[in-house]
């Protein structure tokens, strides 16, 4: 069967996550439902990774297989006319057969955004972290340097997980002010469960002093998620964006192997 790739935005606040539950509200579920409408047929859709409950997502990436007469326009068309409103289809591609949208993710983009500032805010509660008492933010972007890289990432993992691997490579982390916007950028090959937003919770104890820059160092080498800080609430993260592999990088990989 045709694969599909859609690039898709979605708003958390109601669904508890990405992922397909027992009698909740998931974004899988929400998109499984709008392809059987349209196809008659039970689709598996899979997404890049698994947002966590509460998470936004602005280039979420999904794949899908489906024999149905539609063009990549036409797909877009349908999903978005029964997708639930705070679901959107901004795209949708027509892959190649080994396309997987998980297995295939070569790097993923995050943004945190927190406000800072002494008002909470109303209308973007649930789109940033308020925190009212001013962040040191040259503090935080020295704490935020020792994480760049490949690392054990053990100390910012969440429980319970089956994932066996830890190790990740960070290689973007960018703290920007937009005032009283604070966005902190990620971009690695990989994540692990809640480990940005045990991130950001460190780096914001780092911006209020109870921790100093350098103790990303130690945190790190405890490999034990009671060392780091605690975990920012979901409402703030955003998945930006996915990169994958072009056909051209494989063709060019395999040539230089042989070679």
């Known amino acids: 069967m045709p694969t599909y790739k859609l690039t898709i935005e979605y708003d958390g606040t109601e669904y508890v996550g990405w992922q397909r539950q027992l009698n909740q509200s998931t974004i899988q579920l929400a998109l499984e439902e709008a392809l059987l409408q349209i196809t008659q047929i039970c689709t598996p859709a899979i997404a890049s990774g698994r947002t966590d409950a509460g998470v936004h997502a602005i280039g979420q990436v999904v794949s899908f297989q489906s024999n149905k007469l539609l063009s990549p326009q036409e797909w877009t068309h349908s999903l978005n ?3 639930p ?5 901004h795209q949708t591609e027509l892959a190649d057969d080994t396309f997987h949208a998980r297995f295939l993710a070569k790097q993923k983009t995050y943004e945190y955004r927190i406000l800072n500032h002494p008002i909470r805010p109303v209308l973007n509660r649930l789109r940033v972290w308020h925190i009212p008492k001013p962040l040191d933010l040259d503090a935080m972007v020295e704490g935020a340097k020792f994480l760049e890289g490949q690392h054990n990432f053990s ?4 429980s319970p997980t089956e994932n066996t691997n830890p190790i990740c490579e960070i290689q973007t982390l960018r703290i920007h002010e937009e005032t009283p916007l604070i966005r902190i950028t990620f971009q690695a090959d990989r994540f692990l469960k809640q480990m940005i937003r045990a991130l950001v919770g460190t780096l914001v104890e780092i911006g209020h002093g109870k921790r100093s820059p350098t103790d990303m160092q130690t945190i790190l080498a405890a490999q034990d998620r009671c060392a780091a800080g605690k975990t920012a609430p979901p409402h703030g993260l ?5 990169d994958y592999e072009t056909r051209e990088k494989k063709i060019a990989r395999s040539y230089n192997s042989v070679e």
């Open 81 to 83: 006319g029964v997708l």
């Open 85 to 89: 409103k705070d679901i959107c289809v």
């Open 155 to 158: 100390s910012f993992e969440g």
């Open 238 to 242: 955003y998945l930006l964006n996915v």
